[in-house]
């Protein structure tokens, strides 16, 4: 186990006939010894090539990336003591599952009874102890996945890596290997790296989540960081589910005080807000365009008290219940917000209901740029 | 009578048996949302009715009348897949409007409908571009619209959201409701998704080799699950499920020993004492806290996994007996790195219970 850096790191790939394409731009970030951490983005972000630069399977064009203090650009993938389980598994098909993933450990002179022991142990939190005899071949998918990740997370090595290592997971099994999992390399400080494209995966599991795309680093932080201060549209569309809400909206004067007119899809105006007079919101100035978020969750249905909440009353349009909660589907004019409440909530369809819209919820975003200017909690900071 | 009726349907293709005697009843007006692992028949089923598939055995019924040996196209089925195919040479009104000049509707009669459809599926404003002009979203919306627009008898809908990206699929799911009500359509819709068949079914169909293994509301799959099975299916993360054999106490209350505790199980488990039950308890049931609490199992949390707006622990009581508790989303608790001491509470009042070998709910 040991610490991870990237330093400047950039993949280009140069084919014949093709033009080159610079699949991961400068990224940097500094790994602590026992981190878990998660790569998401869509597919093409680059997520996949930092992987595997990291693992030795591709070259890096430019950077330094460390182990420990250890630069181990030059160093061949068998070299670098890495772990990793890929997404195609590659398992060895005329190996018995047991050995599988005993094969590193026995390869690197570990005595068969104490090789056996870490199988059986393995095996046991991942499930499949009951398939130990049997070949690759005769497996499901979800099984040799299990496989492959119980020969990576099997093994002593500095650093483990994951591509898509749940990808295949049963549904009846996933809530509880993910917790498994995630107990197991932080009881044994396994500084690991996964790549999934489910940041699902990733909040539930990492400790900090990059989040990439075309190439560029957006954010490198914890799933809270993440959720409450998104760096840019991006992040904020990306993570979390269900959606944050996003609604454009331009700043208005009207003598000294400032209102946020919120729009609908086509521009024309559903609702509008005062903007508080204080230092912090000066982002919001006069004539500006922004995009204001809001996550579902943050949405308070009929609110009480009086606390720093703008109020808004709309139309339910649609109402789901899920069991163990609700979803609310809820105009005001014609914008469109999506809000999570709690499944005793009954609104039905057509009926009017007040939200609030709690201030230290609400993201602003450049509307050209998509960076953020301003997170509400900063307002309400003292 | 039922608008729609699948009478005992059997369908074989070689010796695979895919439809097993199945029958089903869809009130005009109604989405009925039909809802199985892949393999389980769903496809089939919609083609029996949409006429591209003969049943082997029984019959399907559309407006009290039978529709055996009617085409396809006289059914007036309209039907639409995970990839929603639009014209790329057709602006969106063009592509919308398709189904009613195919039937000859005269001009303003045509763009009127165009319209109302279009405005209530918001894209109203880009009804002058082509497809590929279009968000992945508008496509979603155009393609719905055209399924919909000439009003067709019942509306079957494969797995549509199946391949859209969170955004639209959340969307979607809340606007769908709203469309179907104001078309009054008879809808079938198949999905793999628990929560678009909780979402958008006034009833579901549980689709389980071939045959229905239930169909009742949302509310009455989920709470009243009617066997271990289809309890499974719902809820993520799913319910937990302990072996437990219920005794009565010389007290008369009924006890089970679950994680090591002995628990007084509720009120409803008088006729329990003394038969091998599997308990089912939803993790959204389940709550976990620092402090012990009576009827509490001590509990050591494993490790705090967040999940979209909840937030899901992984509990382990003295025994090894794992439980899976959820609870709104919490940033103190997501944060926690490493074991702790808790106690887990099961609220017995929504706990199910299920025969140890049939599986169906006591």
């Given at each position: 186990?040991?610490?991870?850096?990237?330093?400047?790191?950039?993949?280009?790939?140069?084919?014949?006939?093709?033009?080159?394409?610079l699949?991961?731009?400068?990224?940097?970030?500094?790994?602590?010894?026992?981190?878990?951490?998660?790569?998401?983005?869509?597919?093409?972000?680059?997520?996949?090539?930092?992987?595997?630069?990291?693992?030795?399977?591709?070259?890096?064009?430019?950077?330094?990336?460390?182990?420990?203090?250890?630069?181990?650009n030059?160093?061949?993938?068998?070299?670098?003591?890495?772990?990793?389980?890929?997404?195609?598994?590659?398992?060895?098909?005329?190996?018995?599952?047991?050995?599988?993933?005993?094969?590193?450990?026995?390869?690197?002179?570990?005595?068969?009874?104490?090789?056996?022991?870490?199988?059986?142990?393995?095996?046991?939190?991942?499930?499949?102890?009951?398939?130990?005899?049997?070949?690759?071949?005769?497996?499901?998918?979800?099984?040799?996945?299990?496989?492959?990740?119980?020969?990576?997370?099997?093994?002593?090595?500095?650093?483990?890596?994951?591509?898509?290592?749940?990808?295949?997971?049963?549904?009846?099994?996933?809530?509880?290997?993910?917790?498994?999992?995630?107990?197991?390399?932080?009881?044994?400080?396994?500084?690991?790296?996964?790549?999934?494209?489910?940041?699902?995966?990733?909040?539930?599991?990492?400790?900090?989540?990059?989040?990439?795309s075309?190439?560029?680093?957006?954010?490198?932080?914890?799933?809270?960081?993440?959720?409450?201060?998104?760096?840019?549209?991006?992040?904020?569309?990306?993570?979390?589910?269900?959606?944050?809400?996003?609604?454009?909206?331009?700043?208005?004067?009207?003598?000294?005080?400032?209102?946020?007119?919120?729009?609908?899809?086509?521009?024309?105006?559903?609702?509008?807000?005062?903007?508080?007079?204080?230092?912090?919101?000066?982002?919001?100035?006069?004539?500006?365009?922004?995009?204001v978020?809001i996550?579902?969750?943050?949405?308070?249905?009929?609110?009480?008290?009086?606390?720093?909440?703008?109020?808004?009353?709309?139309?339910?349009?649609?109402?789901?219940?899920?069991?163990?909660?609700?979803?609310?589907?809820?105009?005001?004019?014609?914008?469109?917000?999506?809000?999570?409440?709690?499944?005793?909530?009954?609104a039905?369809?057509?009926?009017?209901?007040?939200?609030?819209?709690?201030?230290?919820?609400?993201?602003?975003?450049?509307?050209?740029?998509?960076?953020?200017?301003?997170?509400?909690?900063?307002?309400?900071?003292? | 009578?039922?608008?729609?009726?699948?009478?005992?349907?059997?369908?074989?293709?070689?010796?695979?048996?895919?439809?097993?005697?199945?029958?089903?009843?869809?009130?005009?007006?109604?989405c009925?949302?039909?809802?199985?692992?892949?393999?389980?028949?769903?496809?089939?089923?919609?083609?029996?009715?949409?006429?591209?598939?003969?049943?082997?055995?029984?019959?399907?019924?559309?407006d009290?009348?039978?529709?055996?040996?009617?085409?396809?196209?006289?059914?007036?089925?309209?039907?639409?897949?995970?990839?929603?195919?639009?014209?790329?040479?057709?602006?969106?009104f063009?592509?919308?409007?398709?189904?009613?000049?195919?039937?000859?509707?005269?001009?303003?009669?045509?763009?009127?409908?165009?319209?109302?459809?279009?405005?209530?599926?918001?894209?109203?404003?880009?009804?002058?571009?082509?497809?590929?002009?279009?968000s992945?979203?508008?496509?979603q919306?155009?393609?719905?619209?055209?399924?919909?627009?000439?009003?067709?008898?019942v509306?079957?809908?494969?797995?549509?959201?199946?391949?859209?990206?969170?955004?639209?699929?959340?969307?979607?799911?809340?606007?769908?409701?709203?469309?179907?009500?104001?078309?009054?359509?008879?809808?079938?819709?198949?999905?793999?998704?628990?929560?678009?068949?909780?979402?958008?079914?006034?009833?579901?169909?549980?689709?389980?080799?071939?045959?229905?293994?239930?169909?009742?509301?949302?509310?009455?799959?989920?709470?009243?699950?009617?066997?271990?099975?289809?309890?499974?299916?719902?809820?993520?993360?799913?319910?937990?499920?302990?072996?437990?054999?219920p005794?009565?106490?010389?007290?008369g209350?009924?006890?089970?020993?679950?994680?090591?505790?002995?628990?007084?199980?509720?009120?409803?488990?008088?006729?329990?004492?003394?038969?091998?039950?599997?308990?089912?308890?939803?993790?959204?049931?389940?709550?976990?806290?620092?402090?012990?609490?009576?009827?509490?199992?001590?509990?050591?949390?494993?490790?705090?996994?967040?999940?979209?707006?909840?937030?899901?622990?992984?509990?382990?009581?003295?025994?090894?007996?794992?439980?899976?508790?959820?609870?709104?989303?919490?940033?103190?608790?997501?944060?926690?790195?490493?074991?702790?001491?808790?106690?887990?509470?099961?609220?017995?009042?929504?706990?199910?219970?299920?025969?140890?070998?049939?599986?169906?709910?006591?």
């Amino acid at each position: 186990m040991a610490s991870l850096t990237l330093d400047h790191v950039s993949k280009l790939y140069e084919q014949k006939g093709l033009p080159p394409t610079l699949a991961v731009k400068d990224v940097s970030m500094s790994i602590k010894d026992g981190e878990i951490i998660g790569l998401v983005g869509s597919s093409g972000c680059g997520k996949t090539s930092t992987l595997r630069m990291i693992a030795g399977f591709e070259s890096i064009t430019e950077g330094t990336i460390r182990i420990g203090e250890r630069p181990i650009n030059k160093l061949k993938a068998a070299e670098r003591n890495v772990a990793m389980a890929f997404e195609g598994y590659a398992l060895y098909p005329p190996l018995r599952v047991s050995d599988n993933i005993a094969f590193s450990l026995l390869r690197n002179k570990m005595p068969r009874t104490r090789a056996d022991t870490k199988v059986k142990m393995i095996a046991e939190l991942l499930e499949i102890t009951n398939i130990l005899d049997l070949y690759p071949p005769s497996l499901s998918g979800g099984q040799q996945q299990r496989v492959s990740l119980a020969r990576a997370l099997v093994r002593a090595a500095d650093v483990f890596l994951l591509d898509e290592p749940m990808s295949q997971l049963e549904p009846h099994l996933r809530a509880k290997l993910r917790a498994r999992i995630k107990d197991y390399l932080i009881q044994n400080k396994m500084t690991s790296v996964f790549v999934t494209h489910d940041q699902t995966e990733a909040m539930a599991l990492a400790d900090r989540i990059a989040v990439m795309s075309e190439g560029v680093l957006q954010q490198f932080g914890s799933p809270v960081d993440l959720k409450e201060r998104p760096s840019n549209l991006f992040v904020a569309g990306f993570i979390g589910e269900p959606p944050m809400n996003l609604l454009k909206a331009q700043v208005t004067a009207e003598g000294r005080a400032r209102r946020l007119m919120v729009q609908d899809e086509q521009g024309r105006q559903a609702f509008s807000f005062g903007v508080p007079d204080r230092a912090e919101a000066t982002p919001l100035q006069n004539g500006r365009k922004v995009y204001v978020g809001i996550r579902p969750h943050k949405i308070v249905v009929a609110p009480g008290g009086n606390g720093a909440v703008e109020r808004v009353t709309g139309t339910v349009v649609s109402s789901e219940w899920l069991g163990d909660q609700s979803y609310l589907g809820v105009e005001i004019g014609d914008a469109f917000l999506i809000v999570v409440a709690d499944r005793s909530v009954r609104a039905p369809h057509e009926s009017q209901i007040t939200l609030g819209l709690p201030y230290e919820a609400l993201h602003f975003f450049d509307s050209d740029s998509g960076e953020a200017v301003l997170h509400g909690s900063d307002l309400l900071r003292a | 009578m039922a608008y729609l009726e699948v009478k005992s349907a059997s369908k074989s293709f070689g010796k695979k048996r895919v439809l097993e005697g199945l029958s089903l009843e869809v009130e005009r007006g109604e989405c009925v949302v039909v809802f199985g692992p892949s393999g389980c028949g769903k496809t089939t089923l919609l083609r029996l009715i949409a006429g591209v598939l003969e049943p082997d055995q029984g019959e399907v019924w559309i407006d009290g009348k039978s529709v055996m040996g009617v085409a396809p196209e006289a059914r007036g089925v309209a039907m639409a897949f995970q990839n929603f195919a639009l014209y790329p040479h057709m602006d969106a009104f063009e592509n919308i409007a398709s189904p009613l000049r195919a039937r000859k509707l005269p001009e303003d009669e045509v763009k009127q409908r165009v319209h109302e459809i279009a405005g209530l599926l918001r894209i109203d404003h880009v009804l002058d571009h082509l497809p590929r002009q279009l968000s992945n979203g508008q496509k979603q919306r155009t393609s719905l619209a055209r399924s919909l627009v000439h009003g067709p008898s019942v509306l079957m809908l494969d797995d549509p959201l199946r391949n859209v990206d969170a955004k639209i699929r959340y969307e979607m799911r809340l606007e769908l409701p709203r469309v179907f009500r104001k078309f009054h359509s008879t809808v079938l819709y198949v999905t793999q998704d628990y929560k678009e068949a909780l979402a958008l079914g006034n009833r579901i169909g549980v689709l389980m080799d071939g045959r229905f293994e239930q169909v009742d509301s949302p509310v009455g799959i989920y709470r009243n699950p009617k066997n271990q099975r289809v309890a499974s299916l719902f809820g993520d993360p799913p319910i937990n499920l302990f072996p437990i054999r219920p005794e009565r106490g010389s007290d008369g209350v009924v006890h089970a020993q679950i994680g090591g505790q002995r628990l007084a199980l509720g009120t409803r488990s008088a006729e329990l004492a003394g038969r091998e039950c599997i308990l089912g308890v939803r993790p959204e049931d389940v709550a976990f806290d620092f402090e012990p609490a009576p009827g509490g199992i001590p509990v050591e949390l494993e490790a705090v996994t967040p999940f979209n707006v909840r937030t899901v622990t992984l509990l382990k009581a003295g025994d090894d007996t794992e439980i899976l508790a959820s609870r709104p989303e919490d940033n103190i608790l997501a944060t926690a790195r490493g074991h702790r001491r808790g106690w887990a509470r099961i609220d017995f009042d929504r706990a199910l219970f299920f025969d140890a070998a049939s599986g169906i709910r006591l």
